[in-house]
């Protein structure tokens, strides 16, 4: 038995064997030997053998290939489609056991041989192949084009997919990049021929593309902002702002990756190959004919899509929507925000207000659908009218008195007291507290209510200060406050008047060189000005007064609180109306209480940097506190 494995393994070439076999042998069996050489030789294992199929046992398919035994291949290795007896077929002859006479032999290797050879002679690197994707394995997949070829996962589409291997079973297209002869080893790539099929189709169509013509494309790709649609070539943007007419949250709710749609052209950039898309421009905008359908004051029904801080939204249709300011909702309700009053898909009733066309803004209001009680607080509540309100709310400049659910009236710091400096209203005042009031004036157009206590009395400047407190008249008092151009002397309780430093001797001296905070001294009241609502005092009048005997005038010498006999002067007003007749203007009024000329020389007048700046009128001021 010849052990044609071991031939083989040898590596001698026939001619070799031929001219040895000649000088060992003789001419005489050269060529009879040659003939079985060249026999053995066809049948040598690693080459590819055309046989017979005998039949099919089991699972195996036996093949004769003319050797001295038969082989058996796998029925796998034939596919969906299995050989008949008598059918010829090339199989690859992979061994010969020597032992036994056994050969092994394989359908698929001789199959791929043939593919191998059959894609060399007509295809090379740059060309288009088609295949089956077989599996996926790692880095890519394996597509059956004849041969396994290898497609890199970068390589599988312009977008690299989540997931490879969705392609498994799909037949595909795709371009050779690579052929390793040597390790029978195809590269392609799927994504390469992608790219230049949308060259071409982007040449073309950047061509034929004008604005205002619909086409048809796919999504590709969405984003937050928008949708990319693939028009054959180049991919446009569909932002979110051109799908709908109406109000939307994300592009998914308008389109699907895949879907067919059709889009209009808006804008085309050719040196930057961008084109923008619109959806909502293929049908009429609603704002068109905005000022038709909804004219200004006219009461319609909407529902609410968004609330913010600063107001609410309503839909009156698809794609018109308009804006509640939060300053719009209420007559009367302090709205801290308006959620307090509507929610998400509540239905109310709005009026329209403004309509700007060209920034597609409507301006709707929510009080306007009802009534303005404002328009009937002047006639209830007339000026001079007493009411009775609850304090709501302080602040530096008054407080807020309701008066009745939604309407408040300002109670201003200077229609506290008549005669007492008030700081701020909680040295009087407590929220929550009732108290009594008087209208003083309705702004119906500002709808505003200004409000007085101390006006519930008389005004104790109009007669009791003059009457009890007389020119020329020596009175007891005590130091509240000394300043570089006068002193502020209590005569009693929240009435002061002003001891100018002129009057305090006859030579030019430092106020705090004279007197001391809280000491009680006798001074003469030199004049009582009703209108400016002060009153000027002298030291060294009065006393000169003491000096002569006896109180200027012949009036009588008032102690300190000596009209507390009488109930006071002031008590009877109440805490509630009093007010301090020394203001910082007052303060820095230079020598108004100075005696008359034949009773002394002019006073010296303060420096103009120590007079305090002069206050707006109260009610200036009141009416800047309201704004």
Same mark, same amino acid.
């Given at each position: 038995? !010849?052990?044609y494995?071991?031939?083989?393994?040898?590596?001698?070439?026939?001619?070799?064997? $031929?001219?040895?076999?000649?000088?060992a042998?003789?001419d005489?069996?050269a060529?009879?030997?040659?003939?079985?050489?060249?026999?053995?030789?066809?049948h040598?294992v690693?080459?590819i053998?055309?046989?017979? *199929?005998?039949?099919?046992?089991?699972?195996?398919?036996?093949?004769e !290939?003319?050797?001295?035994?038969?082989?058996?291949?796998? !029925?796998?290795?034939?596919?969906?489609?299995?050989?008949?007896p008598g059918?010829?077929?090339?199989?690859f002859?992979?061994?010969?056991?020597?032992?036994t006479?056994m050969i092994e032999?394989s359908?698929?290797?001789?199959?791929?041989?043939?593919?191998?050879?059959?894609?060399?002679?007509?295809?090379?690197e740059?060309?288009?192949?088609?295949?089956?994707?077989?599996?996926?394995?790692k880095?890519?997949?394996?597509?059956?084009i004849g041969?396994?070829?290898f497609?890199?996962?970068?390589?599988v589409?312009?977008?690299?997919?989540?997931?490879?291997?969705?392609?498994?079973?799909?037949?595909?297209?795709?371009?050779?990049?690579?052929?390793?002869?040597e390790?029978?080893?195809?590269?392609?790539? =799927?994504?390469?021929?992608?790219?230049?099929?949308r060259?071409?189709n982007?040449?073309?169509?950047?061509?034929?593309?004008?604005?205002?013509?619909l086409r048809?494309?796919?999504?590709?790709?969405i984003?937050?902002f928008g949708?990319?649609?693939d028009?054959g070539g180049?991919?446009g943007l569909?932002?979110?702002?051109d799908?709908?007419?109406?109000?939307?949250?994300?592009?998914s $709710?308008?389109?699907?990756?895949?879907?067919?749609?059709?889009?209009?052209i808006?804008?085309?950039?050719?040196?930057?190959?961008?084109?923008?898309?619109?959806?909502?421009?293929?049908?009429?905008s609603?704002?068109d004919?905005?000022a038709?359908k909804?004219? !200004?004051?006219?009461?319609?029904k909407?529902?609410v899509v968004?609330?913010?801080?600063?107001?609410?939204?309503v839909k009156?249709?698809?794609?018109?929507?308009g804006?509640?300011h939060?300053?719009?909702?209420?007559w009367t =309700?302090r709205?801290?925000?308006?959620n307090?009053?509507?929610?998400?898909?509540?239905?109310?009733?709005?009026?329209?207000?403004?309509?700007?066309?060209?920034?597609?803004?409507?301006?709707?209001?929510?009080?306007?659908?009802?009534?303005? %009680?404002?328009?009937?607080?002047?006639?209830?509540y007339?000026?001079?009218?007493?009411?009775?309100?609850?304090? =709501?709310?302080?602040?530096?400049?008054?407080?807020?008195?309701e008066?009745?659910?939604?309407?408040?009236?300002?109670?201003?710091?200077?229609?506290?007291?008549w005669?007492?400096k008030?700081?701020h209203?909680s040295?009087?005042?407590?929220?929550?507290?009732?108290?009594?009031?008087?209208?003083?004036?309705?702004?119906?157009?500002?709808? =505003?209510?200004?409000?007085?206590?101390?006006?519930?009395t008389?005004d104790?400047w109009?007669r009791?200060?003059?009457e009890?407190?007389?020119?020329?008249?020596?009175v007891h008092?005590?130091?509240?406050?000394?300043?570089?151009?006068?002193?502020? *002397?209590?005569? $009693?309780?929240?009435?002061?008047?002003?001891?100018?430093?002129?009057?305090?001797?006859d030579?030019?001296?430092?106020?705090?060189?004279?007197?001391?905070?809280?000491?009680?001294?006798?001074v003469?009241?030199?004049?009582?000005?009703?209108?400016?609502?002060?009153?000027g005092?002298?030291l060294k009048?009065?006393?000169?007064?003491?000096?002569?005997?006896?109180?200027s005038?012949?009036?009588?010498?008032?102690?300190?609180?000596?009209?507390?006999?009488?109930?006071?002067?002031?008590?009877?007003?109440?805490?509630?109306i009093?007010?301090t007749?020394?203001?910082?203007?007052?303060?820095?009024?230079?020598?108004?209480?100075?005696?008359p +000329?034949?009773?002394?020389? %002019?006073?010296?007048?303060a420096? +103009?940097?120590?007079?305090?700046?002069e206050?707006?009128?109260?009610e200036?001021?009141?009416?800047?506190a309201?704004?």
């Open positions: 038995m !010849v052990d494995n071991l031939i083989h393994s040898l590596n001698v070439s026939t001619d070799e064997i $031929e001219a040895q076999l000649a000088e042998l003789g005489a069996s060529d009879a030997l040659a003939n079985a050489l060249k026999d053995t030789c066809e040598q690693g080459t053998l055309t046989g017979h *199929v005998v039949a099919i046992v089991g699972s195996d398919v036996v093949v !290939v003319g050797l001295k035994s038969e082989g058996a291949i796998p !029925v796998e290795e034939f596919g969906d489609e299995l050989p008949a059918d010829e077929i090339e199989v002859l992979e061994d010969i056991e020597a032992t006479d032999l359908k698929r290797k001789a199959d791929r041989i043939r593919g191998w050879e059959k894609l060399l002679s007509e295809k090379s740059g060309d288009t192949v088609s295949g089956a994707v077989t599996r996926k394995i880095g890519g997949l394996l597509v059956d041969v396994p070829a497609l890199p996962a970068s390589q589409d312009i977008r690299r997919p989540s997931d490879i291997g969705e392609f498994i079973g799909q037949t595909i297209d795709a371009k050779i990049l690579k052929i390793d002869q390790r029978r080893n195809i590269v392609v790539s =799927r994504r390469k021929l992608i790219e230049e099929v060259n071409a982007k040449a073309k169509l950047l061509e034929d593309i004008e604005v205002g013509q048809t494309g796919t999504v590709k790709n984003a937050d949708a990319f649609v028009l180049i991919d569909l932002h979110i702002t799908m709908s007419w109406g109000r939307i949250n994300h592009p $709710e308008m389109v699907k990756i895949d879907d067919q749609i059709e889009v209009m808006l804008s085309i950039d050719y040196e930057k190959e961008k084109i923008a898309l619109g959806l909502k421009q293929k049908t009429k609603p704002w004919d905005v038709g909804y004219p !200004v004051g006219d009461r319609v909407g529902t968004n609330v913010t801080s600063y107001g609410a939204f009156l249709e698809e794609g018109l929507e804006l509640v939060i300053s719009e909702m209420s =309700r709205i801290n925000h308006p307090e009053l509507v929610n998400i898909a509540d239905e109310i009733d709005v009026v329209v207000l403004d309509i700007d066309k060209d920034k597609q803004e409507i301006s709707l209001g929510m009080k306007q659908a009802e009534m303005n %009680p404002w328009t009937v607080v002047k006639e209830k007339p000026p001079g009218t007493v009411i009775t309100g609850t304090v =709501r709310n302080m602040t530096n400049f008054g407080a807020f008195v008066i009745e659910e939604g309407i408040d009236g300002l109670l201003h710091v200077s229609d506290l007291s005669t007492r008030i700081g209203p040295e009087l005042l407590k929220k929550g507290e009732q108290l009594q009031c008087v209208v003083l004036a309705v702004d119906e157009e500002k709808m =505003r209510v200004a409000l007085g206590l101390k006006q519930l008389e104790p109009l009791q200060i003059p009890h407190y007389l020119p020329g008249q020596i008092g005590k130091i509240t406050k000394i300043t570089n151009f006068g002193v502020f *002397v209590e005569l $009693e309780d929240d009435l002061e008047g002003l001891l100018h430093v002129s009057e305090l001797s030579e030019k001296v430092d106020p705090k060189e004279i007197v001391e905070l809280g000491q009680d001294i006798e003469k009241i030199l004049r009582v000005d009703t209108e400016d609502r002060k009153i005092l002298s009048r009065a006393q000169w007064a003491a000096e002569d005997g006896a109180p005038d012949d009036l009588p010498v008032n102690r300190r609180g000596g009209l507390a006999s009488e109930g006071g002067m002031l008590g009877g007003l109440g805490d509630q009093m007010q007749i020394t203001n910082e203007d007052e303060e820095a009024a230079p020598a108004a209480e100075a005696a +000329a034949e009773e002394a020389a %002019p006073a010296e007048e420096p +103009a940097e120590e007079a305090p700046a206050e707006a009128p109260a200036e001021a009141k009416e800047d309201a704004e």
